[in-house]
């Protein structure tokens, strides 16, 4: 975008310029004068100093000299097409990394195309700093180009949002985003920069660039070591204790702790979030389809790292009868929606070590005493297997979903990282799909946001070149931010994806269909019928058609083969729906 001759003119009068004067260096050399250094590029030093190697964006006026900083530090500009996506793909580097995502957006429309990925980033507690542009500090008011209340709209969803006031507390406010990021749970921070602050030029000695290592403190909290104790206390005594692994097992790195608790103490484990994948299918102590039954029977319930969100039915699935225990590192998330019998705010890494020390002191953990329990939630779960194995094995067509997710769980490697983005498709596939490796299954989180899914996979494959990435995609899901798949033929960032194509926003059509009958169940729910693999091959990918179950398989091989980013469309029965979907269980 060209500058006109006032925002050329401001930017001019921003700049803080050399001293002049008769000085002259050794020898009769003229004083070059203090070094200078940009707004931009002290934004770039200061995501370095954070540890920042990729930034996510679409490119405006208001943030150009951000690009050239990053050029000088050596941090990778991935350019998308939308700015949701470069946001939700600040939050899946983040998730996939362990360390903060970024993406930088222009202002005006630029930022609010990015409040949806920030919106997401905050629910699922993810890690990221969205800079957007903003109007010169010197325009303030005037009704300049794309100016808004940016830090307004942004401060409900975020741990903090704020205005860069000049250059040389640029590389500060970064910082201070960074820091507040970890506050509690981790989430996401804002800023704005106004283009004549990120534009201008300071002396280098006198603006504040904080030294990497030195301006965030460690938040990890092992807890409450009289806390700890009386958990330690409580496993040990109990009968029939269940664990529940969420996100933050994930967030906090500690799966190794989760798995030596599990099996020090002989307690049956469930997963869910990014938590899944803590332990690998076929584990003795990994349960999944007998949650229900073990809820209502359990004598102690420890939920690690999750809230009592809907997903938990806030709170109201677990037995009153039991003993119940919340571990999180948001000291707010303790017992809302519930009561607990004990609340532990903390690292669940530190935790669930520290618990398992406590307990291995005893002199009888009563792990043996617990292989009963064990036994008879293995039987619930053999019998809810059975009961469904006759769907993941049909041969009907349409294809029935069930068989479609099953031969995507087939398919999955160790080394295969799995995402989810949809309604109804993905909801089948959270009760089949078990990743075999920690940190393997990505989703939007609690927020239930569709189009994460092309984002999710640009940015995992770019922080995870290594790992096969695996997508599956509802048909509604992905026509949101698909069009960024012509970013990953780019990029050159192969990946299996697979779109359950039902031709339907599916989940709402079945809640249609029961609250209005089925005269009025196809109103403002049903897509055409688009063919996603023309779509695909149309950017450069690799894409095929499937009607027949039986060549669910060869494709999906197939596009692994092809070394290209992939689009399976699988034409699934618009008429079977998930057990979620008709208990409608996410709105309860």
Known sequence: MARTATEAATTEAATTRPATGDSAGPAGVPDAGPELISGGHLVAKALKAEGIDTIFTLCGGHIIDIYDGCVDEGIAVIDVRHEQVAAHAADAYARVTGKPGCAVVTAGPGT???VTGVANAFRAESPMLLIGGQGALSQHKMGSLQDLPHVDMMTPITKFAATVPSTARIADLVSMAFREAYNGAPGPSF???????????????????????????????????????????LLVHAKKPV?????????????????ELVRALNIPAYMNGAG???????????????????????DVIVIVGTPFDFRMGYGRRLSAQATVVQIDLDYRTVGKNRDVDLGIVGDADLVLSAVTQAASGRTDTGAVARKPWLEELQGVEE???????PQLHSDATPIHPYRLVHEINEFLTEDSIYIGDGGDIVTFSGQVVQPKSPGHWMDPGPLGTLGVGVPFVLATKLARPDKEVVALFGDGAFSLTGWDFETLVRYNLPFVGIVGNNSSMNQIRYGQAQKYGVARERVGN????????EFARMLGGYGEEVRDPKDIAPALRRARES????LINVWVDPDAYAPGTMNQTMYK
């Open 526 to 533: 049903t897509l055409g019928d688009v063919r996603y693999d």
């Open 276 to 298: 899944r994948g803590t332990l690998p299918p076929g584990d003795p102590h990994h349960f999944q389809l007998s949650r229900r039954y073990a809820f209502d029977n359990a």
């Open 243 to 259: 664990v529940l692994f969420g996100s933050q097992v994930w967030t906090t790195r500690a799966t190794d702790s989760a798995v």
């Open 383 to 389: 019998k809810a297997r059975a009961k469904r194995l």
């Open 563 to 566: 070394g290209l980013p992939s």
């Open 112 to 114: 609010t195309d990015a």
């Open 191 to 233: 800023l704005e920069i106004p283009r004549d602050v990120l534009d201008a030029s300071v002396r280098l000695d006198q603006a504040r660039i904080p030294e990497a290592g030195r301006y965030r403190a460690s938040t990890r909290n092992a807890g409450d070591p009289n806390a700890v104790e009386r958990l330690a206390d």
